[in-house]
């Protein structure tokens, strides 16, 4: 009779001639221990910050899909009210994946990364009083590199929803707008019998200053801003 196959077996004669068994264990905590100040000195860098202006990666390693020019993000963040800030402000979890993608970047490129942005709403980032996270690194000359993008994608108005608050003209708009819609819900002959063109307008007039006057008191009692002036502002009140 053949005797049957012990595959454990097997498996820990090969271990045995590739490695000492005797201190088998010791280099496998060795290791860990390696990966585990690898990943502090990761999360310590994206926590504390530094102000690194460019990495030297090796441009032969770099996907070039993931290269992009700081005018390229700007615009992206003030379309869809965004901030483009350093890691340190980022109140998030940065997923496990993301650390992973750093540690590889820095054993191909042979280097210790440094000068974390990250693109995201502001109510991820902790803000000093004054949805959709992508993790940057910056290359010099104003590119960066993106690194990890997770979470949810961003709602598909969002950018249309937002356009009305990229610049002072934009919300004029949007209360012109509102004010009408607000004018054409008012009853007709509510403040006389016929309905005629003058009385139209007066009430448009009447609810565009009183919209205003609302929109006036939010920007400046929350401190709210144009996106414009906020997309890599770390103030909350910019």
Same mark, same amino acid.
């Given at each position: 009779?053949i005797?049957?196959?012990?595959?454990e077996?097997?498996?820990?004669? %090969?271990r045995? #001639?590739?490695v000492?068994?005797s201190?088998?264990?010791l280099?496998?905590?060795?290791?860990?221990?390696?990966? /585990?100040?690898k990943t502090d000195?990761?999360?310590g860098e994206?926590?504390?910050?530094?102000?690194v202006?460019?990495?030297n990666?090796v441009?032969?390693?770099? &996907?070039?899909s993931?290269i +992009?020019?700081?005018d390229?993000i #700007? /615009?992206?963040?003030?379309?869809?009210?965004?901030?483009?800030?350093?890691?340190k $402000?980022? #109140?998030?979890?940065?997923?496990?994946? !993301?650390?992973?993608k750093?540690?590889?970047? &820095?054993?191909?490129?042979?280097?210790?990364?440094?000068?974390f942005k990250?693109? !995201?709403?502001?109510?991820?980032?902790? *803000?000093?009083n004054a949805d959709?996270?992508?993790?940057f690194?910056?290359i010099g000359?104003?590119?960066?590199? *993106?690194?990890?993008?997770?979470?949810?994608?961003?709602?598909?108005?969002?950018?249309?929803l937002m356009w009305?608050?990229?610049?002072f &003209?934009n919300? %004029?708009?949007?209360t012109?707008l @509102?004010s009408l819609?607000?004018?054409?819900?008012v009853?007709?002959?509510?403040?006389? #019998? &016929?309905?005629?063109?003058s009385?139209?307008?007066?009430?448009?007039?009447?609810?565009?200053?009183? @919209?205003?006057?609302?929109?006036?008191? +939010?920007?400046f !009692? *929350?401190?709210?801003?144009?996106?414009?002036a906020?997309?890599n502002?770390? $103030?909350?009140n !910019?």
């Amino acid at each position: 009779m053949i005797p049957k196959t012990n595959i454990e077996k097997k498996l820990s004669q %090969l271990r045995n #001639k590739q490695v000492d068994p005797s201190s088998w264990k010791l280099q496998i905590q060795a290791i860990f221990e390696k990966e /585990k100040e690898k990943t502090d000195r990761i999360i310590g860098e994206l926590e504390a910050g530094s102000p690194v202006k460019e990495n030297n990666f090796v441009f032969d390693y770099l &996907e070039s899909s993931n290269i +992009y020019h700081i005018d390229q993000i #700007k /615009k992206i963040c003030i379309d869809y009210r965004l901030r483009f800030l350093d890691s340190k $402000y980022f #109140k998030g979890k940065i997923p496990q994946e !993301a650390l992973s993608k750093i540690k590889d970047l &820095e054993k191909m490129h042979q280097i210790e990364l440094g000068g974390f942005k990250i693109i !995201a709403p502001s109510k991820l980032f902790k *803000l000093a009083n004054a949805d959709d996270p992508l993790l940057f690194a910056p290359i010099g000359n104003d590119y960066y590199y *993106l690194i990890h993008k997770w979470g949810d994608d961003l709602h598909p108005l969002r950018k249309f929803l937002m356009w009305f608050f990229k610049s002072f &003209e934009n919300l %004029l708009i949007l209360t012109f707008l @509102v004010s009408l819609l607000i004018t054409f819900m008012v009853p007709q002959g509510l403040f006389s #019998k &016929e309905s005629n063109t003058s009385e139209f307008i007066m009430i448009f007039f009447f609810m565009f200053k009183s @919209v205003a006057a609302v929109v006036l008191f +939010y920007g400046f !009692a *929350l401190g709210k801003n144009f996106n414009t002036a906020i997309w890599n502002s770390k $103030y909350f009140n !910019a």
